[in-house]
């Protein structure tokens, strides 16, 4: 059993639409979750950090983790085509400066 | 700007030779980082240093070497043992301190074999 669990998808919504991508791990030493955002042939870059239950919102995107059922997910409203990109969840915490990212979701915004 | 820099942006490599793959930050963090990328497979950790002239084997190390013989650089080699190099690689730094370690991500390069 992997560690982080992500659907890869691909997963295709129309603009406007409220989108939810969902990461599941195994070990409940996990205290960090992150999201990562990356565009095509670029390198990842830092969307939503979190480091306990609940809700974290900014902007457009709200990160929301549940430590009883080791489940993290990330809504994105009102979805732009600029949105289109892979999400990758990330965490960490049982070891110094190490993460175990999830497969990564690829999301395409169609207008 | 402060950022991190990743040369070439793709590398060609035949087979039999070793190529290096450049990664320099100018953001003064201490810990810095190698991972491979390929299609469905999300990141896997090659290597990581906390501390200049010490590093770690991460996941995925056979085939691959590196040094950190300064804070600013950490370049990954890709010998020809590794028998299966075309990937996206991906190198990133972070802050070393407390378990809260954000890591930020270079460009990228992409290694294709001849």
């Known amino acids: 059993q992997k560690e982080v669990e992500q659907d890869p998808g691909p997963l295709s919504v129309p603009e406007g639409a409220i989108v939810s991508l969902n990461c599941t791990y195994s070990n409940s030493a996990f205290q960090y979750f992150m999201w990562y955002r990356q565009y095509s042939r670029k390198g990842p870059e830092l969307l939503m950090y979190?480091?306990?239950?609940g809700n974290k919102e900014d902007g457009r995107f709200t990160a929301q983790v549940d430590k009883s059922s080791k489940y993290i997910s990330l809504f994105i409203r009102d979805s732009q085509p600029s949105d289109s990109a892979t999400y990758l969840c990330a965490i960490g915490g049982t070891s110094y400066g190490k993460l175990t990212f999830g497969q990564g979701t690829i999301l395409t915004v169609h207008p | 700007d402060g950022g991190i820099t990743q040369s070439p942006k793709y590398l060609f490599r035949k087979e039999g030779q070793n190529v290096t793959l450049s990664c320099e930050q100018n953001?003064?963090?201490?810990?810095m980082y190698w991972y491979r990328q390929d299609p469905g497979q999300g990141l896997r950790l090659i290597y990581y240093?906390?501390?200049?002239?010490?590093?770690q084997k991460g996941d995925i190390a056979e085939g691959y070497s590196v040094s950190r013989e300064k804070k600013e650089s950490f370049p990954l080699t890709v010998t020809s043992a590794q028998k299966n190099p075309t990937a996206f690689y991906l190198c990133?730094?972070?802050?070393?301190?407390?378990?809260?370690?954000?890591?930020?991500f270079g460009p990228g390069t992409r290694l294709l074999v001849l």
């Open positions: 953001l003064n963090h201490d810990a």
């Open positions: 240093s906390q501390i200049v002239n010490d590093f």
């Open positions: 979190t480091y306990s239950s």
């Open positions: 990133a730094s972070s802050i070393v301190g407390s378990l809260q370690e954000t890591q930020y």
